[in-house]
C-alpha cells in the first residue's frame, strides 16, 4: 500500500478518564469491535489492582501492566486505531501528560453521577493547549447521575471546552431507555445487560413520529422533545472543521459496561476523527505524508528484567516509512541506530514488525541511548516541539541511605531521570538533591527500583516547595541580578538548567512581579 494510503486509514488517540469512569471497560469494547480481542475482560484482568498502601510487588505488577497496555492497535472499518495508554490511577506521571504528545485527538470518559474530577481537568487543559480535538463519553447512564444539561455545563466549565451533543439520552438509572442519535436521528434503545442489537436502533427523523411514544411512553417521549428542542437551541451546530480544530466537543452518553452506546460513539468517531497531523519542530512543520521518516520518543520504559539494563523506548512515528534493520540518525547523539527487533503492540500481543507508518507507535529495545524527547530521523536535524516538561507539584529531598552506593544511586537516579518517571534538582547552595514529580506513587516506585535495578537505597525528607520554574533570561545582567538575590531558591535541573524552586504560590508570585517576564522569564 502507498503511504499516503496507510496514513489515511490511522486514528491514533488516546482515552482520558478519572479512575474508575470507566475507561478500561470502553477501551476493551472498542477493542472488541475491532476484533483485536475476543473475549471481555482480556483487558480488565491486565487491570491494575489498585492498592490501598503501596506494595513492592504491586508496583512492579503495574509496571508490566503498563507496558503491556501502552498501546492497543484494532483494525475496525478498514482502519487502524492506535489507543493511546494514559494511565490515570495512582500511577499518574509525566508519561501521562507526554502520551498526549503523541496522539491526534483524544475521547474523555465522564462519570454521569461523579462529574468532572480533577485528574480530567489537568488532562484536558493540555490538550486544550494543543487544539487536540476532544470527544466526550459520559458514561454509566445505568446508573443515576448528574442531570445532562447540568452536566454538560460543568463539563463547559470545568473543561474549558465548547460542547455539542450528538446523542441525548432518555432518561438514566432505572429509567433509563435508551439514546437518540442527534447525528443520523436514530432510537436506540437499551436492553440492559444484553449486547446492544441492531434491532434496537430504530430511525426516527422527525421527534413527533409516534413511533417514539410507542417505542419509550408518552412521559419519556415528551422530554426527549423538550430536550432535543433545548439542545438545538443551546448549541452550536456540529461541524467536523469546529471539532477539528479543537473548538467544539461533541459528546455521547451511554454505559460502557452494557455496551451501549460505544458502536456510536465509534462509528462517529472514525468518521470525524484526524489522521494523523503534521508535527511542530524548532525547524519546520513535518507532514506525515513525507517520504522520509521521522519519529520523536515519549515513553521510556525500563524492562522488567533487573539483570539486563535494556529499556523500551516508544517512538511515535511522524513521516515516512519506518523500516526494520534500517540505519536513522539519533538527532541528540548525532550517530547511526539500527533497530533489529521493533516491537508493535496489538491488544495483548507483542510482534516485532518490519514496518510502521505515521500515527503508529513502535517500541525499540535500547540500551540506554534514548531520553524522552529523542529525534530520530533518516539524516535531517530535526527536534520535535511540545513534549513537555511539566512543572511537578510534589517534592521530595532524596538522601543516600547507603554511603558505599553512591555511584550505584547517581547512576539509578540519573537513568530513571532520563526515563521521564520524574524530575531531579539540586540546589545551588547546598547540593542538595531534590526529586519533583507529578504523582505521590512516583516516590515509592524511585524507591523501589533503585534498590532491585541499582542496589542502591535512599530515604526522603520532607521539603516545603510549591513549585519548579525553568528561568532563562537573553539580559545577562538581569538574570544575575534575579540569581543574587534568589540564589537559596536556585536549583539546577539534570540537563543543567536553571531552576527557581519556589517556596509557595506567594513568593512565585513575588518572584515574577519583581523580575517582568520581558527580563527574566520564568516558566512553568
Ligand atoms: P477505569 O479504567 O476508568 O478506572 O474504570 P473501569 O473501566 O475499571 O470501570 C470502573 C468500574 O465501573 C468497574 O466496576 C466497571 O465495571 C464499572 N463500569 C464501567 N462502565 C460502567 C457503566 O456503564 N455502568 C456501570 N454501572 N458501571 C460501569 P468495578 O466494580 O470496579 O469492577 P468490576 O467488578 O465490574 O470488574
Not at 484536558?124 to 443515576?144: A, G, Q
Not at 446523542?167 to 432510537?187: A, C, D, T
Not at 436502533?201 to 426527549?224: F, S, T
Not at 518572584?511 to 522569564?521: D, F, I, L, R, Y
Amino acid at each position: 500500500m502507498e503511504l499516503i494510503e496507510e496514513i489515511k486509514r490511522r486514528k491514533t488517540f488516546g482515552i482520558i478518564s478519572h479512575p474508575d469512569a470507566g475507561k478500561t471497560t470502553l477501551t476493551e469494547k472498542l477493542l472488541l469491535f475491532g476484533g483485536a480481542i475476543q473475549v471481555a475482560g482480556a483487558v480488565k484482568s491486565n487491570k491494575i489492582n489498585r492498592p490501598a498502601t503501596s506494595d513492592f510487588m504491586e508496583i512492579e505488577r503495574q509496571r508490566g501492566i503498563s507496558v503491556a497496555t501502552s498501546v492497543m492497535a484494532f483494525e475496525y472499518q478498514g482502519l487502524k486505531i492506535n489507543i493511546l495508554d494514559t494511565p490515570g490511577h495512582q500511577d499518574f506521571s509525566e508519561d501521562t501528560y507526554r502520551t498526549l504528545t503523541a496522539v491526534d485527538s483524544v475521547i474523555v470518559v465522564i462519570d454521569v453521577a461523579k462529574g468532572v474530577e480533577p485528574q480530567t481537568e489537568k488532562l484536558v487543559s493540555v490538550c486544550r493547549m494543543r487544539n487536540t480535538p476532544v470527544i466526550v463519553f459520559i458514561n454509566k447512564l445505568d446508573r443515576e447521575g448528574k442531570d445532562a444539561f447540568d452536566l454538560l455545563d460543568e463539563v463547559e466549565q470545568k473543561l474549558g471546552l465548547r460542547v455539542r451533543p450528538l446523542s441525548w439520552p432518555i432518561g438514566m438509572g432505572q429509567r433509563f431507555r435508551g439514546v437518540y442519535n442527534l447525528y443520523e436521528h436514530k432510537l436506540v434503545l437499551f436492553n440492559p445487560h444484553g449486547k446492544q442489537e441492531e434491532e434496537n436502533v430504530i430511525e426516527i427523523k422527525d421527534l413527533k413520529d409516534p413511533q417514539l411514544e410507542k417505542q419509550v411512553g408518552r412521559m419519556a417521549a415528551e422530554e426527549l422533545q423538550s430536550d432535543v428542542t433545548t439542545v438545538e437551541g443551546v448549541y452550536p451546530t456540529f461541524t467536523r472543521e469546529a471539532y477539528l480544530s479543537g473548538h467544539i466537543a461533541p459528546v455521547f452518553f451511554g454505559s460502557a459496561v452494557n455496551n451501549f452506546g460505544v458502536k456510536e460513539m465509534l462509528d462517529c468517531f472514525v468518521e470525524i476523527a484526524p489522521i494523523p497531523l503534521p508535527r511542530h519542530t524548532e525547524e519546520r512543520d513535518v507532514h506525515p505524508e513525507e517520504p522520509q521518516f521521522t519519529g520523536f520518543v515519549f515513553k521510556i520504559h525500563a524492562n522488567m528484567d533487573p539483570k539486563h539494563r535494556d529499556r523500551i523506548a516508544f517512538v511515535r512515528i511522524c513521516s515516512g516509512r519506518f523500516e526494520r534493520n534500517t540505519n536513522y540518525l539519533h538527532v541528540r547523539q548525532n550517530r547511526k541506530l539500527k533497530f533489529s527487533n521493533p516491537t508493535s503492540f496489538m491488544a495483548e500481543k507483542k510482534t516485532v514488525i518490519d514496518e510502521a507508518f505515521p500515527g503508529d507507535v513502535v517500541g525499540l529495545y535500547d540500551s540506554g541511548n534514548f531520553k524522552i524527547g529523542d529525534t530520530l530521523t533518516e539524516g535531517e536535524v530535526l527536534h520535535f516541539k511540545g513534549i513537555p516538561s511539566f512543572s511537578p507539584e510534589l517534592f521530595r529531598y532524596v538522601n543516600n541511605a547507603d554511603p558505599l552506593k553512591t555511584k550505584q544511586l547517581n547512576k539509578g537516579l540519573e537513568e530513571l531521570m532520563d526515563e521521564g518517571v520524574a524530575q531531579l534538582f539540586t540546589r545551588d547552595v547546598d547540593g542538595r538533591k531534590i526529586i519533583g514529580t507529578v504523582g505521590a506513587l512516583q516516590f515509592d516506585v524511585i524507591q523501589y527500583r533503585l534498590q532491585n535495578e541499582y542496589g542502591a537505597s535512599c530515604t526522603y525528607e520532607p521539603v516545603n516547595l510549591h513549585k519548579a520554574c525553568w528561568v532563562s533570561s537573553a539580559d545577562p545582567k538581569a538574570l544575575k541580578e534575579f540569581l543574587d538575590r534568589r540564589k537559596r531558591d536556585i536549583a539546577k535541573d539534570k540537563d543543567g538548567q536553571l531552576v527557581f524552586l519556589a517556596e509557595s504560590a506567594w513568593t512565585l508570585k513575588l518572584a515574577q512581579e519583581n523580575h517582568p517576564p520581558g527580563a527574566v522569564p520564568l516558566y512553568e
